[in-house]
């Protein structure tokens, strides 16, 4: 069964950091574009920053700088490390990635079950 397993979530003070992880499980397929999104409670799930299969990456302008993504493909993760962490990164951080199956190559994109991060003093 393909899955995307995330770790690495927690409370954490202002200032602070956190590593997030990302495993794919399975076989017979090939990555693409992987990412990091969030969502706060009561606003709209956002992009905090993706990475493409050449590890070119983009981040929204409230993380910039504080935040970096990549990825091992050996491993079939993708990590998301946060510093400097503040108030208002606090949500449900999910994972994403496409996913290519057969010799079609498929996309079928893929959710993690999404992860808490809460930072509060």
């Known amino acids: 069964q393909v899955q995307l397993v995330e770790s690495g979530g927690g409370l954490v003070q202002p200032g602070e950091s956190l590593r997030l992880s990302c495993a794919a499980s399975g076989s017979a397929f090939s990555i693409g574009a992987m990412g990091w999104y969030r969502q706060a409670p009561g606003k709209q799930r956002e992009l905090a920053a993706s990475i493409t299969s050449s590890n070119r990456t983009n981040y929204a302008d409230s993380v910039k700088g504080r935040f970096t993504i990549s990825r091992d493909n050996a491993k079939k993760t993708v990590y998301l490390q946060m510093n400097s962490l503040k108030p208002e990164d606090t949500a449900v951080y999910y994972c994403?990635?496409?996913?290519?199956?057969?010799?079609?190559?498929?996309?079928?994109?893929?959710w993690g079950q999404g992860t808490q991060v809460t930072v509060s003093s």
């Open positions: 994403n990635a496409d996913l290519y199956f057969g010799s079609s190559y498929t996309r079928i994109p893929y």
